[in-house]
Each structure stands twice: as structure tokens, then as C-alpha cells.
């Protein structure tokens, strides 16, 4: 039996705030963990660079203009530029 949690891409509480807010400049959000020396496969990014970005302890959360949110752990982002 697989069990998958999404706790850590829950909406923050207004307790958590974000440690760091913008608008983007460069946002390289990966299919899955930006690979380590020595891994095997291939790591595919989408650039997103319009929108808002929150950076919270243990995730990102990018909201594109048109509302699409993507929340992933820090480790899926190869870039995250914003102003």
C-alpha cells in the first residue's frame, strides 16, 4: 500500500507567514528533485517568470497571474529570482 502526503503543500496558516515574497523574475520549477552528482535520469524545468512567489520553511508556492498555484519542497526549484 502507497501512502503520499500532501501536508507539506497545505495552505500555510496566517501564523506561518512566508520568509521571503515577491514578484518573479525566474522561477525553474523541476518535475521532480533537482538531481545530485552522480544521479542518473533527467531533470525537466518549466521557467515561469510572471506571477508571485511565497518561500516558506519547507515549501515555494508560485502563483502564476491567471491563479495557477504550484507548491513544491525548495529541492524542486533549480532557480528562484525575484524582486
Known sequence: ???VSLAGCAP???ANSPLASGQIVLCVL???????A????????????????????RVIIITEPNG???????DWFKEVSFK
Open 1 to 3: 500500500m502507497l501512502l
Open 12 to 14: 500555510p496558516s496566517q
Open 30 to 36: 523541476g518535475d521532480k528533485p533537482v538531481m545530485r
Open 38 to 57: 552522480g544521479e542518473m535520469g533527467e531533470w525537466r524545468g518549466q521557467n515561469i517568470t510572471q506571477g508571485r512567489v511565497d518561500i516558506y520553511e
Open 68 to 74: 495557477t498555484k504550484h507548491c513544491a519542497p525548495h
